[in-house]
């Protein structure tokens, strides 16, 4: 079930290249357990994440994709996070694999990676630690018509100890847009775990997107500037213009632990959908 996705793609959905109608899939993110508790403990994701399983159930969707963060606790070799702990990392994936499997076998599950699954500054060695735990950090597959792109956006966020593999993977997004173009797409999606941007395509490090906050249950507070949840904006531009050259008609995101949606004149859709685990508050009218 875990190792699916693999050779760059996810078995079991490549044969639905054409478009048979609307349908429904579900869109989760930020399960990470061990959020709320500062990895104390992570029942409370648990329970969320067992109410997410029971939706799913009665939804009955084409595929469910949870956008990333996946757990809380940091990967090894981490060099933002020298003291994470591993055993802690190995019981949350092990919990977050024991839940999911709720979901009816008839529903595929696929996962994607975010920061807190490779690292805000990931390298060859935590990424292949995500892929040991659960297949491919990016990949493509069919579903009804429609070609859906996964993304490893902690290598745009920041390349630093990774640039072969930044390098690689945006070659990759390139030709997987124009070939999804090429074959007829009806339409292409891309699901990450950043978004590309929150409120405007140019913003940058200096536009006012205001404070981020968020209370653990011990009252510690966290507050981060919104900035750190979009994509910057020299590795943001050139993506953007593929997706506008191609015409990717919407892309799905997580990480921001509230809900936001854009629309651009040109049709182009980002929705960012909020946490199973630690929700923060939704700005209004979101």
């Known amino acids: 079930m875990w190792q699916k996705a693999n050779a760059r793609t996810f078995k079991g959905l490549e044969s639905e290249t054409k478009w048979q109608g609307p349908f429904l899939f579900a869109q ?82 696929v996962c994607l990676c975010g920061n807190h699954d490779v690292g805000n500054r990931p390298n060859a060695v935590t990424i292949e630690e995500y892929k040991r735990e659960f297949g491919d950090d990016y990949f493509a597959f069919w579903a009804g018509g429609c070609r859906c792109l996964v993304v490893n956006t902690s290598l745009y966020n920041d390349p630093a100890d990774a640039a072969k593999e930044y390098a690689e993977q945006h070659e990759w997004l390139l030709m997987q847009l124009a070939a999804a173009e090429a074959q007829g797409a009806t339409h292409t999606l891309v699901f990450s775990h950043h978004p590309w941007f929150l409120q405007d395509p140019e913003e940058d490090a200096n536009s006012d997107l205001g404070m981020w906050e968020f209370t653990t249950a011990s009252g510690y507070v966290v507050k981060l500037k919104n900035q750190y949840f979009h994509i910057p904006r020299e590795r943001r531009r050139p993506v953007i213009e593929a997706f506008r050259k191609h015409k990717v008609r919407a892309a799905f995101a997580g990480h921001w632990h509230q809900c936001g949606e854009v629309r651009l004149p040109d049709g182009f859709e980002q929705i960012v959908t909020g946490a199973v685990g630690a929700q923060s508050d939704t700005a209004p009218g979101a």
């Open 28 to 109: 989760l993110a930020d399960t990470q357990l061990g959020m709320v508790d500062a990895n104390a403990k992570w029942d409370v994701e648990m329970a969320s994440c067992k109410k997410a399983v029971e939706a799913l159930n009665k939804l009955k969707p084409k595929f469910a994709i949870v956008c990333g963060d996946l757990v809380d606790m940091w990967p090894s070799n981490d060099p933002e996070h020298p003291d994470a702990d591993a055993t802690k990392r190995v019981q949350q994936v092990a919990d977050f694999k024991e839940v999911m499997k709720g979901i009816s076998e008839d529903i595929p599950l």
